[in-house]
């Protein structure tokens, strides 16, 4: 009987587990000019993702860990725009302005 539950518990922190890291993260969205690049930088881990800026110049990165970022715009001609401090939350969609 003891083996029983030690693989149900087992079984219930396996599906756990993937729950609570989808959990963990929020999602990031803007507006650009099409063709920008848009990247996204946590210094404090090291993680990153580049977006180019769809034609109609908005722009949304999914899935993205909790965390204070710096978002950077590059233009097509090589300008950069001044980077951004964004904070991404559990669960919600933050604005870059």
Known sequence: MN?????????VAA???????QQSSGNLMGDGKAGDVVRVERQATGYHREIKVEA???YRIPRIP??????????????VD??????VQIGT????K
Not at 15 to 21: Q, T, V, Y
């Open 3 to 11: 083996r029983h539950r030690f693989t149900i518990a087992l079984l």
């Open 15 to 21: 599906l756990a587990s993937p729950a609570a890291a």
């Open 56 to 58: 109609d110049g908005k």
């Open 66 to 79: 909790t965390g204070i970022y710096i978002v950077t715009v590059t233009h097509a001609d090589g300008t």
């Open 82 to 87: 001044k980077p951004k401090e964004v904070r």
């Open 93 to 96: 969609t933050s604005r870059v």
